[in-house]
């Protein structure tokens, strides 16, 4: 069964001072929704909620609170890759609102303190870790791929990184482009005093296997997260580092068929795809080693 944007299809139909106040009652009632449901049932739902909202990179910042990037906190309009696996596992995992809006800031924050520069933006370095800290994620990919599983590892250089950082990191649409340089100089400051480089590894499960033996495939389970393992030369050269993540999106199962529910940049909004198609795509830019396969913590019974 495919679902649509349910609750979601009003909010292009808002005047904007009533934005806010529509955003908050979309949590409540994926909720409301979902209260009764077991943990996979929840990522289904609320995953399966958002499917057709329009991608959009750095769609999250840190409210108009925020220093260099005041995009909400949380928004249920529009995604990139990670955004959208935040707001599904926040929604899936919170008793009510605010323990969403507590949970969305512990999930994409370090101790959940609200700041670009204690952003989880590494996801192997950071948002795997401190998720892992967090008690909302358990990785299965030993459990699955068994002795087949392999490990990738990418030195993140985050100074460099900050290096590299263009005036369009500055996500205040308001300031001139003089104000906007000026904050993007105080950025790469602030970053780079605490930045750090960092060898990190993460297991996963090659391709080749996962095609030499379907059995693998099988051994997922629906709601699990996924996260393709590899390495992308002219990534690394845009942006200054090496990274062993690529993607992440949810594994669903339905009508026998495995498919990756994602935000797509290509593609340009949220959708599923067969996963075994898109590992196929993939592998043929030479990028793709495999993928990592965590399941989500259940945190709340259905009643």
């Not at 933006?121 to 008690?135: L, T």
């Not at 930045?195 to 709601?223: D, H, W």
Request: some cysteine; aromatic content about 12%.
């Amino acid at each position: 069964m495919r679902y649509g944007c349910l609750v979601f299809l009003c909010i292009f139909f808002v005047p904007l001072d009533s934005f806010a106040e529509l955003v908050d009652e979309t949590a409540a009632q994926l909720m409301v929704l979902n209260k009764k449901n077991s943990l996979q049932q929840r990522i289904n739902l609320s995953s399966a909620a958002l499917l057709g909202s329009p991608y959009q990179a750095d769609a999250l910042g840190e409210g108009w609170t925020g220093k260099y990037n005041k995009n909400p906190l949380y928004r249920f309009d529009r995604f990139d890759c990670e955004t959208y696996v935040d707001t599904v596992i926040a929604v899936a995992l919170a008793k009510d609102f605010f323990d969403f809006k507590k949970k969305i800031n512990r999930i994409r924050y370090q101790r959940g303190q609200i700041g670009f520069v204690q952003r989880n933006h590494f996801p192997s370095a950071d948002w795997i870790p401190n998720n892992k800290r967090n008690g909302y994620i358990q990785e299965l990919t030993y459990a699955i791929g068994g002795p087949q599983t392999k490990i990738a590892t990418a030195l993140i250089d985050r100074r460099n990184w900050y290096r590299r950082f263009s005036i369009n990191r500055i996500q205040i649409p308001y300031l001139s482009t003089a104000e906007k340089k000026t904050l993007l100089t105080q950025l790469k400051e602030e970053g780079m005093k605490w930045a750090n480089s960092a060898k990190v590894s993460i297991a996963y499960i090659p391709v080749v296997a996962l095609f030499q033996n379907p059995q693998l495939m099988r051994r997922i389970p629906t709601g699990s997260l996924i996260f393709l393992v590899g390495h992308d030369d002219y990534l690394t050269s845009r942006i200054g580092t090496q990274m062993n993540v690529l993607h992440m999106g949810f594994a669903i199962w339905e009508q026998g068929q495995l498919y990756l529910r994602m935000a797509s940049s290509r593609v340009e909004r949220v959708l599923d795809i067969r996963l075994q198609n898109y590992l196929k795509t993939y592998q043929a830019l030479n990028i793709l080693r495999g993928i990592s396969v965590w399941t989500i913590r259940d945190q709340q019974k259905p009643s």
